[in-house]
């Protein structure tokens, strides 16, 4: 009866996975890539940045790609694709065709750039996040590797001195939220480096949607 209650357990485990939280993160991934497609345009109108040119249609056929993908996205697929261009790296091939994508991104002015680069930064974060979420394994992973950054975030607070500390402990005690997210942050954020890569997955995606090949 133990296992029966057991094996029912994580059925409903692994349904309201499948069936809530994946379909939420999701959805939470493409508004936030649909926020940051209409932001682009706004950005571009009020600083009088045309929209008719290659690296504006550039932008928005990025993020498209990036929304498409996460209907369909195998974590795995790019995991595999990371370690085929590693172990040509003697050939050149990542960073030849990763300077192929870079050249469809070069804005005129400085500011333009900042912002063009900021824009891609965001987007690969949205999706590396999502890969790292949409995927049990390397979820349990960032689960694991938290109190390991937990407590390095505290011993970076405690070499900048005592007063500086003070101050920070005093400020996140009373927003443990924010202590949270950033601890978290730095978790995903290792995890995804070690496994998925905005540069490969604009890879992944330049001969299908990006039209940099």
Known sequence: MTMLFLGINILLI??????VVKKTLLDHTRDKLFDLRDEVRRVHLERGWSIDTDLYGNLRSMINAYLRYTENYSVWQVV????????????GLREHLVTRINANFKAGTQDQQKYV??????AGNALTDFAVYNSGLLLLLTILITPYFLVSTFVDQCQKGISAFGNVVVRDVLHMGRVFNFVWARSTRWVASNFVDQQTIDVALSNDSHRFA
């Not at 692994?14 to 069936?19: D, L």
């Not at 680069?117 to 965001?122: F, H, L, T």
Request: glycine share 4%.
């Open 14 to 19: 692994m349904g309201t996975w499948h069936f």
């Open 80 to 91: 595999a694709l990371r370690v085929e261009l590693s172990r040509q790296a003697q050939s």
């Open 117 to 122: 680069a900021d824009v891609r930064r965001r």
